[in-house]
C-alpha cells in the first residue's frame, strides 16, 4: 500500500467533517438569523458626543446614547445649539405605520433629553431633515423622494413651526439633498434613482445661484456611482481648508458605516472626491451600524442601528 493510498481514507474523512461542520455551523447562522427576525426589529437610535479639539472622527468610547420609545426610531439627526441646549432634528418613524416625519428632540447641554414632538409630518414619508440659514431665516430641506419631489420648508417660529416655502426639484425619486456653497455657487448633491439603480449608487449635483434655486443639473450627471461612499451622510463641513463630506457606505447592507470624503475638485464641468476615513461601529458594542453624522460647535451626532425586542 502506496502513503497516498494510506492517507486517502483519512483525507476523505476529514473532508466529510469538514463539510458536515460548515454545513452545521451555517444552518446554525440561518436558524440565528431567523429566530432574530421573528423576535426583533430593527431600531435606530442617537450618539451624543462633546468632540476633542480638532477631531473630524468620533470618539466611540466617550459617547451618550438617547432611546427612541420602543415602539419607533429616531434617525437622521441634524443639530441646532442655542444658549438653552441643543435641538435634534430628526427622523421619527413609528413601526406600526412604517411611515417617517420630522421630530425635534430637545436635549440638554450635558446631554439629557428633555422633550420630543413632531414638527412637520406629510401624507407621504419625511426624513433627513437637512438645514441651514439664508438671510437669517432657518430652512429645512428633508426627503420627500416618496413624493418625488425636492422640498424647502421654512421656520416661522423655531423650533416647531414650518411652512412650504417652494419646491426645488420635482419628478425625480431622490434622496438625502444636501445644501453647501462652494466657491460662490450653491450646490445640492443627492442620490436618485434611475436606470433601474437604487437609492445608494448613484451622486447628482445641481447648482445655483443661491439656496431658494433655480437649480440647474451638473454636465457630467450622476458625478460617481459606487455603493460605498456615494449617498450624503450628514452635512458638508470645512477642516484645516479642506471641504468634507460625511457619505454612507451601502456595499455590503444599507447605512453599514460613515464615510468622510475630502472633496478635491467641484465646478460646472468636473467634480472628484478622495476618501479619507471610514467610521464603522465598535465590535464591542451592540452597534450593528451608523450612517448619519453632523456637528455643531460643542456637540456631534450620530445615529447607531441595534437589535431590540419586538
Sequence with gaps: MTATQFMRPH????VWTFLREETDSRLLRLAAKLWRK???????FL????????????DQQRVKAIYPPSDRLWADPFVRSTPDGHYLFVEELPF????????????SHDGRLRSARTVLERPYHLSYPFLFEWHGA????????????????????????????????????????????????????????????GLNEDLYLYRAE????????????PVKSNARGTRPAGAMFWHEGSLYRPTQDCSRV?????????????SENSFRETEVACIAPDQRSQVRRMHTLNSTTGLRVMDVLRWIAK
Aim: net charge negative; with cysteine.
Design 210 to 221: 443661491t439656496p431658494l434655486g433655480p437649480f440647474e443639473p451638473h454636465a457630467n450627471n
Design 47 to 58: 450618539w451624543l458626543e462633546i468632540p476633542a479639539a480638532g477631531s473630524i472622527v468620533p
Design 38 to 44: 421573528l423576535l426583533c426589529r430593527e431600531q435606530w
Design 138 to 197: 432657518l430652512y429645512m430641506l428633508p426627503e420627500s423622494g416618496e413624493n418625488r419631489t425636492v422640498e424647502l420648508y421654512r421656520c416661522t417660529s423655531f423650533p416647531d413651526q414650518w411652512v412650504p416655502d417652494r419646491v426645488l426639484l420635482s419628478d425625480i425619486r431622490s434622496a438625502d439633498a444636501t445644501l453647501i456653497e462652494y466657491e460662490g455657487v450653491w450646490w445640492m448633491f443627492m442620490t436618485q434613482a434611475t436606470q433601474g439603480q
Design 96 to 107: 406600526a405605520t412604517g411611515k417617517g416625519h420630522i421630530a425635534v428632540l430637545e436635549v
Design 254 to 266: 444599507y447605512g453599514e458605516a460613515v464615510v468622510l470624503q475630502r472633496v478635491d475638485e467641484l
Design 11 to 14: 483525507t476523505q474523512a476529514s
